[in-house]
């Protein structure tokens, strides 16, 4: 192991001697799109005349090369993989390795017999066309393409978020086998959704570092697991289904705010910050989801260009978190930071030698092989070799996507129980809005070709007659030309759908938010056909970020409002099983949506979470105003009630001499705590909070609920977050059904703090469990003892 880093090191070094066009090819597209093209070389062609992907290692592939395999130790099955690994990095000159770390530029080594390969895919919520080593055409026309993630995440039912994960993967490395995508893909994007108005907010799972981390570990094990060897006893040899990449590390969620990009954008962050919130997601992908790779990201943070940061990329990620993969950087940030950062005035050399030496790549390309060869480039994997044109968009596959939007819609309004609408009596229906026969803006960015679109228009002309009127020209909604005639279709209509929002032309990479209000004319669309209906008015609201709709919430003939995020290629049918009864709702939002004035108090790019100065905390853990709708936030058709049988909680753990107590501020100078707290580092962490919550539907429908389970540290402590969420369940339920829900809490875990020197302490005092909207109150003292 030495060995291999002095040698890699090695090659960091030589770099800044090396000549000038070696770190052009290296940095002209190093990386994201770093691609050891392994493709062309390596296609056969199979039975039915597709072009069919091996592996690397077939005897008869080197024979085409006019090579003898058995002569290259790294195709040795007998080795171990790191020992191939090494084999096939020493036996590349200098020029070779570096032309292995680009992107178009790289061939493979035919002398050696390495093809080339293609490094970027992408994978956000089904196989995307994004990047350059995915390809739909006729021998593989479509993908299934799941709701986009924001609006998963809201379904809050990890065992959704795995499954779609698998399925995705097998899809993925279906088209592998066809020729048609890489086995390397670059999704999650799992960076906290720390402001509002942020552009990629669809792509992520939210503001809760908590969920976006659980999040990306059921995602990633649902890629790259293989079921029963996703745990072997070396994690670096362990079979990938295909591999994963948790992106962007760190503190990355500023696009363009007023002029200043990403590109440029130096964040300035407290390490309280970091640890807490920024950097949380990326530890419990490493750490609980065994992730086989992250990118670093475009921005600084603290000054440092994230790429070139050894204290994130090596010290965090490698060793605190022990990857077991390799650091990819995204798409052109190494020639960023020479072209928009300026950083240290440096040459492309100094960049290239910087980021290497800063643990890009793991210490070079070994780290990468190594990945290689845990998704099996070399070997295959004969369990998987059979996946093919069947496994992609099978009914069983697009049924898993409408049922995802079904569990993410969120109800937020609902008077007069109108919802769920009765086809016997709603007999004819008005769609209206720019969303109405919503199709491409259904499945957001980072998508490939939807197996079959299922629009709004679609899915509800199942359920009655239809009239439909957009309404507005285009998202932006800039004239009210088209209201008029919106207006006289809702005036015949028994009911009456309004579905507005948001698209990429108005949040979406380079793209925030300005403001957090319905664009244009769409607020007077949505006045103005309510007034005039004849009907209920229902209002689907299709968004990722927050749109303040408190006009629509108060307005009495505005009955009903669904959030239905970007819901996938199913959506409409989702929506519309929602609305007729098909689906009882359970999803609860996974942003705060804050009032629309939220924006003025606080530029973007302050990246603190708590309140400092004027300026209010962020997300639901520091921001204590008021909002149109707070995180966790969601109706259903039913209602459902908590028990808990109340028991006395204490944790009592007795000091020993060399383990020490950490101050805290308290708020109120005559409280005093002889321990106020002590670092989790230091305890052994054995205490659970075990408890259940009785859940019953007091109803008469069906329908499930999200058990939600926040701790609320001691009330004296200045400077904590109000609440965290620490835990949650799903659970489906009968009309009069009661269910019990366990819950299982490590104390240090779930009761942490974490202070302004980023040390995550245990607190001595009274925190509470606090069940639902403050539904249960489950109070547990901890004390310490010498
Ligand atoms: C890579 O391809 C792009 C176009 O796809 C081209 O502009 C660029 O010059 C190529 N880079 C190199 C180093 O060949
Ligand atoms: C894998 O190992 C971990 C830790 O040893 C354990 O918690 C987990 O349950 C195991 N997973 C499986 C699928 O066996
Ligand atoms: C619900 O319906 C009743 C009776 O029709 C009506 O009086 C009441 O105002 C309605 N409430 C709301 C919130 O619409
Ligand atoms: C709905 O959208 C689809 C796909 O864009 C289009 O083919 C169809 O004509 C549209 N329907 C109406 C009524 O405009
Ligand atoms: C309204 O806006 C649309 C799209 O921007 C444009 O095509 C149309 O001409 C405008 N109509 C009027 C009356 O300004
Ligand atoms: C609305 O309906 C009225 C009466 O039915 C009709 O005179 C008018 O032309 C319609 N307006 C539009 C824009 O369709
Ligand atoms: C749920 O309970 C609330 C408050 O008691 C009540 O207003 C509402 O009508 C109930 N909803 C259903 C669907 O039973
Ligand atoms: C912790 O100590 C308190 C008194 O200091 C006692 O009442 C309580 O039962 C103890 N709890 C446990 C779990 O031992
Ligand atoms: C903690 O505060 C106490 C009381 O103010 C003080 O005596 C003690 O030195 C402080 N301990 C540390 C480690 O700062
Ligand atoms: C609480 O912390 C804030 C921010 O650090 C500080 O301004 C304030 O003075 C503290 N309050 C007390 C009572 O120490
Ligand atoms: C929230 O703000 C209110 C009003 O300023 C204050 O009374 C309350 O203590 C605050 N709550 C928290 C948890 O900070
Ligand atoms: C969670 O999702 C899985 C997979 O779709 C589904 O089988 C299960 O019913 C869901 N659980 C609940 C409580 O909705």
């Not at 009765?422 to 960015?445: R, V």
């Not at 539904?775 to 901890?782: R, T």
Request: aromatic share 10%; with cysteine; proline share 4%.
């Amino acid at each position: 192991m030495g060995v291999l880093f002095s040698t890699l090191i090695t090659i960091a070094d030589s770099i800044t001697m090396a000549n000038k066009t070696l770190f052009m090819l290296l940095l002209s597209h190093i990386i994201l799109c770093f691609s050891i093209v392994f493709s062309n070389l390596d296609v056969s062609v199979a039975e039915d005349g597709l072009p069919k992907f091996g592996h690397v290692c077939d005897p008869a592939r080197f024979e085409m090369l006019g090579l003898n395999m058995d002569e290259f130790a790294y195709c040795d099955k007998s080795l171990p993989y790191d020992v191939r690994a090494k084999d096939l990095v020493d036996s590349m000159s200098l020029v070779e390795k570096a032309e292995q770390m680009g992107d178009n530029t790289s061939v493979g080594i035919p002398r050696i017999g390495l093809p080339p390969y293609k490094w970027w895919s992408e994978a956000l919520h089904g196989v995307a066309d994004t990047g350059r080593s995915t390809k739909f055409d006729s021998a593989v026309p479509s993908a299934t393409s799941f709701p986009t993630v924001i609006l998963t995440t809201a379904s809050f039912n990890q065992t959704l978020w795995k499954t779609i994960g698998q399925v995705v993967s097998t899809e993925a490395r279906a088209m592998y086998n066809l020729g048609r995508a890489g086995l390397t893909f670059w999704s999650p994007n799992i960076n906290v959704v720390r402001d509002p108005r942020w552009g990629r907010t669809l792509e992520t799972p939210g503001e809760d570092p908590f969920v976006v981390g659980l999040y990306a570990v059921n995602y990633v094990r649902g890629l790259q697991d293989i079921e029963g060897q996703d745990n072997t006893s070396d994690p670096n040899s362990r079979p990938l289904k295909v591999s994963a990449c948790c992106k962007h590390f760190a503190a990355y969620d500023v696009e363009n705010y007023l002029g200043l990009d990403r590109l440029h954008f130096d964040a300035k962050v407290a390490e309280q910050d970091m640890v807490e919130t920024f950097n949380r997601p990326f530890e419990m992908c490493v750490k609980d989801g065994d992730v086989s790779s992250v990118m670093c990201s475009f921005n600084r943070v603290n000054g440092i260009p994230t790429c070139a940061d050894s204290y994130l990329l090596k010290k965090l990620v490698r060793e605190d978190w022990n990857l077991h993969g390799y650091v990819v950087a995204d798409c052109d940030s190494i020639a960023e930071i020479v072209k928009s950062h300026k950083w240290l005035d440096d040459t492309w050399e100094d960049a290239s030698a910087q980021v290497l030496k800063a643990g890009l790549y793991g210490f070079g390309l070994w780290r990468f092989l190594q990945v290689s060869s845990k998704r099996r480039f070399f070997d295959g994997i004969p369990a998987l070799a059979s996946l093919g044109r069947k496994d992609i968009c099978s009914e069983e596959n697009i049924e898993l996507a409408a049922e995802a939007a079904r569990q993410g819609i969120v109800l937020l309004k609902n008077d007069n129980e109108t919802l769920p609408l009765d086809a016997t009596e709603i007999k004819s229906l008005a769609l209206i809005g720019p969303h109405a026969n919503a199709t491409d803006a259904m499945i957001g960015n980072y998508a490939g070709i939807p197996c079959k679109f299922i629009s709004p228009l679609e899915g509800f002309s199942a359920f009655g007659q239809v009239t439909y009127e957009m309404g507005c020209a285009e998202m932006k909604c800039q004239n009210d030309s088209m209201i008029n005639s919106a207006v006289n279709a809702s005036k015949q209509a028994d009911a009456t759908l309004l579905f507005v929002g948001l698209n990429l032309d108005l949040e979406a990479e380079w793209i925030d938010r300005k403001d957090l209000l319905l664009p244009g004319y769409q607020t007077q669309l949505v006045t103005e056909v309510a007034e005039a209906s004849k009907g209920p008015v229902i209002l689907v609201i299709m968004s990722a970020t927050v749109v303040d709709i408190s006009f629509a919430k108060i307005n009495p003939k505005i009955k009903s409002i669904i959030w239905a995020g970007y819901p996938g290629e199913q959506g409409g049918r989702a929506i519309a099983d929602v609305a007729f009864g098909n689906y009882n709702p359970g999803g609860r939002l996974p942003l705060t949506w804050y009032e629309a004035n939220y924006v003025d108090k606080l530029p973007m790019t302050s990246m603190a979470l708590r309140p400092v100065g004027d300026y209010p905390g962020r997300t639901y853990k520091f921001f204590n105003g008021s909002t149109v709708y707070p995180f966790g936030y969601g109706l259903s058709y039913t209602n459902f009630t908590y028990e808990h049988k109340f028991e006395e909680m204490s944790i009592n753990i007795t000091l020993n001499r060399l383990q020490h107590c950490h101050n805290l501020t308290y708020l109120d100078e005559n409280y005093q705590q002889d321990c106020p707290s002590v670092s989790i580092d230091d305890l052994a962490c054995k205490d659970e909070i075990a408890f259940d919550v009785t859940v019953q539907n007091i109803g008469q429908k069906d329908g499930s609920d999200v058990v939600m389970v926040y701790s609320v540290p001691p009330k004296e402590i200045n400077g904590t977050h109000i609440k965290q969420l620490v835990g949650f369940e799903r659970v489906d339920l009968k009309a009069k059904e009661s269910k019990k829900v366990n819950f299982g809490l490590n104390a240090c875990q779930s009761l942490n703090i974490v202070d302004v020197s980023g040390y995550k302490l245990l607190a001595s005092g009274l925190h509470n469990i606090v069940v639902g909207d403050n539904a249960l109150q489950i109070p547990v003292q901890v004390n310490y003892n010498r």
